[in-house]
């Protein structure tokens, strides 16, 4: 092993009753939030035939994976705080959830990566989109993103060390993290921050075409072509809402793999460092509430779903029946 590592032992044996009791009251009202958010967002795919589009299919993924994040990841952490500083499980157990932790985050960029390539494809090549990216070849992308999340996961079991003394530990050498974070973190970010660069590049120079081609006709019979120009406007605000979505998950996600590798090199150990440590890692489960937050407020195809879900919750039954029968489906489309 390398002498270097990630290593989350305590130096606390308390974290005070105040600060456990918020703790516990945080990340329990965040599980809750989690389920009940991504869980209308699926339940949204599921009643309104119209999302039901290959452009919503990584969305969808990514709620399932926020929800998978909640239900496993969530109540192991309020057993840890309970028990702190000690986890009443195996040292196999605490890899575990280590590795599902690590390989959770890797499905969820990688769905990010999806969704711009996906953004970037209906922009660049809008004629020939339907040709790039068939229903085939998004199956391939899912199977591919939970195949390769499931080897990170067990690469990063056999990369921790064990626990030592019952104490739960965050220990896993530079060897395996740094390349981790290059390759699961560093690059999709990197992919993703140039195929939204060329996206609004291109957004820009279709918007300016488009308002000389009405300046024109408005100057010869007062017509104005709105069908492209609304086409376009939507496209950009989707590709605005992945972005803050996106933002919102680096808030989330990138203090807590900061804070590793800053203490990868300091070796500092201190109780203050340590509820740090503890903060910042529930802000990492408060992104699976953020994301079906923004996708809810700012995708008025969900957003309507949503809305007439939660007006009528006493009708779920009749809701679903006229969704699937098509009643809705004219108000969903505009």
């Known amino acids: 092993m390398d002498n270097q590592t990630v290593e989350v032992s305590s130096p606390c044996h308390s974290l ?32 309104d035939a119209t999302l039901r589009t290959l452009s919503c299919a990584f969305i969808i993924n990514l709620a399932v994976t ?5 239900i496993i990841l969530i109540p192991m952490e309020i057993i840890y705080l309970v028990h702190f500083p000690w986890i ?51 199956m391939q992308l899912l199977i591919f993103i939970w195949s390769y999340a499931l080897v990170i996961g067990v690469l990063m079991f056999f990369a921790f060390d064990e626990p030592v003394n019952g104490v739960y530990s965050f220990q896993i050498s530079a060897l395996f993290f740094i390349p981790f974070l290059l390759i699961n973190v560093l690059l999709p970010f990197c992919i993703i921050i140039v195929l939204y660069i060329r996206i609004f590049r291109i957004m820009r120079r279709h918007m300016r075409c488009i308002n000389v081609q009405v300046s024109a006709r408005i100057r010869a019979c007062h017509f104005v072509p709105v069908r492209r120009q609304n086409s376009l406007l939507q496209n950009l605000s989707s590709s605005k809402t992945v972005c803050l979505v996106l933002f919102g998950f680096s808030l989330t996600w990138f203090p807590f793999l900061i804070y590793q590798l800053f203490y990868m090199y300091s070796k500092q150990s201190e109780c203050l460092l340590d509820k740090f440590d503890t903060v910042i890692c529930w802000l990492t489960y408060f992104s699976a509430v953020s994301n079906p937050v923004i996708y809810a407020a700012r995708e008025k195809r969900f957003k309507k779903v949503i809305l007439r879900l939660l ?7 009749c809701f679903a029946n006229c969704c699937r029968n098509g009643s809705f489906r004219t108000s969903t489309s505009k």
């Open 16 to 47: 005070g009753q105040s600060f456990l009791v918020c703790g516990l009251i945080f990340i329990a009202g965040t599980l809750l939030l989690s389920v009940t958010f991504n869980g209308l967002i699926l339940l949204s795919f599921y009643l």
């Open 66 to 70: 926020d929800v998978i994040s909640s």
């Open 88 to 138: 009443p499980f195996s040292g196999t157990v605490n890899n575990v959830w280590n590795a599902v932790f690590l390989s959770l985050l890797a499905a969820s960029i990688l769905n990010f990566t999806a969704v711009s390539l996906d953004r970037y494809i209906r922009i660049r090549y809008p004629l020939h989109y339907m040709y790039y990216l068939t229903q085939e070849r998004v």
């Open 311 to 317: 007006d009528n919750p006493g009708r779920f039954n």
